[in-house]
């Protein structure tokens, strides 16, 4: 089964998709990516979860990537005597390391960490913005701050500081052993949250040991500060519009969304869009017309993949928010001015060979009528390159590593195909051809663009290409090999 659009569709499992048949329905709806929300659930529901999906890739034959979110240092405050306070605006209120119950005078913040960083005017923000403070005064085990939205707190909301870098470990206990148990499942992609510096993504990778690719989720001011940095270090990058919407003034976070799409294609890692995208689907079976107009914006600015939270994990509509997503995404892809803005935002290219060889595996695909451009690759990196060049025809991409082609479920564009291993070039033609034929690509009187790299089985040597055509006994006339 092919997908008849290049962007990619995550969808988060929960309790409203905890079964075969719901996952096995979403990925049919177009779902290419699973995501095991590690903030929900315990372990045996996470292993289950993932069990489902690789039925579903045994009974289908397709490669299926999951990503495993970790949790992330959680900032909260205690608890209220009666459960909730009301804080009114323009009042005093305390915030301390007192772990008695809270009032409407004071609450329990129970992470010292915080107020090491705190001064006056330093901006608090609770319960995802909805009550915020203002620091008048501090130490390293109390603050006392001015309310200036007001509302209802109750027990154990969680807390931003978007005015610091906080000296927080990268990882939690918990989701070190989060981390440990999902790369022991076999999962593709290690999302990390809160990411506040590339030392962080370091951390992470140090203790995956090469399990699994690393998501850096973008959703802290200071990791905008240093985006350039942890773009580096991590494999690929999530824009987590939540808590970035939260710590930053909302009219921010559009242009901050565009800059970091353009930088992961210039880096030829691949991006995904997430949050609130079609958030009305938890409830309705209908999207807003402001949110298919945010699904779209994600799309025309070339993010690799558009994400489903709640919409699927926890909502009444899950296959319906997945239908949606693939109907508005083949939608925009159909349009041609989705094309001129692609391609007018294609960036100047790197000066190595693979570089050059992609760039003209992309213009010989525009310029003559090649059906698709058929990658072999060991590391995937050559298919980031291919993608990052956003070609008008499909990208086929074959390895003989299952793992390798799971992760690969996540770039723009790309068809996952697992292969034999190859020793000659001659081999990979064939398999390119056999592969463009049967998935529906091309015919026998269709021609294909074939990159590989010479010695065979060698990452990062992608050296070669070679315009092939699909008939198979024609295929080595002129093969010198």
């Known amino acids: 089964m092919r997908r008849l659009r290049k962007v990619k569709i995550v969808a988060t499992l929960g309790p409203a998709s905890d079964d075969y048949k719901t996952v096995r329905a979403l990925w049919e709806a177009g779902a290419d990516v699973f995501r095991l929300n590690m903030s929900h659930g315990t372990h045996a529901d996470i292993a289950r979860r993932l069990t489902h999906v690789r039925e579903v890739e045994a009974a289908t034959g397709r490669p299926v990537a999951v990503i ?72 390293p085990d109390f603050a006392e701050c001015t309310v200036t939205a007001g509302g209802t707190l109750s027990n154990r909301k969680g807390v931003n500081v978007p005015d610091a870098v906080l000296p927080l470990a990268a990882l939690s206990e918990k989701d070190r052993a989060d981390l440990v148990f999902a790369c022991g499942l076999g999962v593709d992609w290690i999302a990390l949250s809160f990411v506040q510096r590339p030392e962080d993504v370091a951390e992470a990778r140090a203790l995956v040991s090469g399990r699994a690719a690393i998501i850096a989720k973008i959703e802290k001011p200071a990791a905008v500060g240093v985006f350039a940095e942890i773009l580096a270090a991590a494999d690929g990058i999530m824009v987590a519009r939540g808590d970035l919407g939260v710590e930053l003034p909302v009219e921010h976070v559009p242009p901050i969304q565009k800059r970091l799409l353009r930088a992961c294609r210039a880096a030829a890692k691949p991006v995904i869009v997430a949050t609130q995208m079609l958030e009305s689907m938890i409830e309705s079976p209908m999207p807003t017309r402001a949110e298919v107009s945010d699904v779209a914006a994600a799309i025309y600015e070339g993010a690799d993949a558009v994400m489903l939270s709640a919409e699927s994990a926890a909502g009444r509509h899950p296959v319906a928010a997945v239908r949606t997503m693939d109907a508005v995404a083949r939608e925009v892809e159909r349009d041609p001015t989705y094309t001129e803005i692609i391609e007018a935002s294609r960036q100047a290219k790197g000066a190595s060979v693979a570089d050059a060889i992609v760039a003209a595996a992309r213009e010989i695909a525009e310029t003559t009528d090649v059906r698709a451009i058929c990658c072999f690759t060991h590391s995937g990196t050559t298919v980031s390159l291919v993608a990052r060049e956003r070609p008008r025809v499909p990208i086929i991409a074959l390895t003989p590593f299952l793992h390798i082609a799971r992760r690969m479920c996540l770039i723009w564009g790309a068809h996952c195909e697992v292969t034999a291993e190859l020793g000659r070039f001659k081999q990979a033609v064939v398999n390119a051809a056999r592969a463009a034929r049967e998935h529906g690509f091309a015919t026998e009187a269709d021609r294909i663009v074939v990159t590989a790299g010479i010695p065979f089985n060698m990452p990062g040597s992608t050296n070669i290409l070679r315009v092939a055509p699909c008939e198979e006994r024609l295929i080595y006339r002129t093969d010198p090999e």
């Open 68 to 139: 495993a979110d970790l949790q992330g240092p959680k900032l909260r405050v205690g608890t209220f005597a009666g459960g909730a306070a009301e804080l009114a605006e323009g009042a005093p209120f305390r915030l301390d390391l007192d772990p008695a119950e809270g009032d409407l005078r004071r609450v329990c913040l129970p992470h010292p960490e915080i107020f090491a960083v705190l001064g006056p005017g330093s901006r608090l923000f609770v319960n995802d913005g909805k009550i915020r403070l203002r620091v008048e005064a501090c130490g």
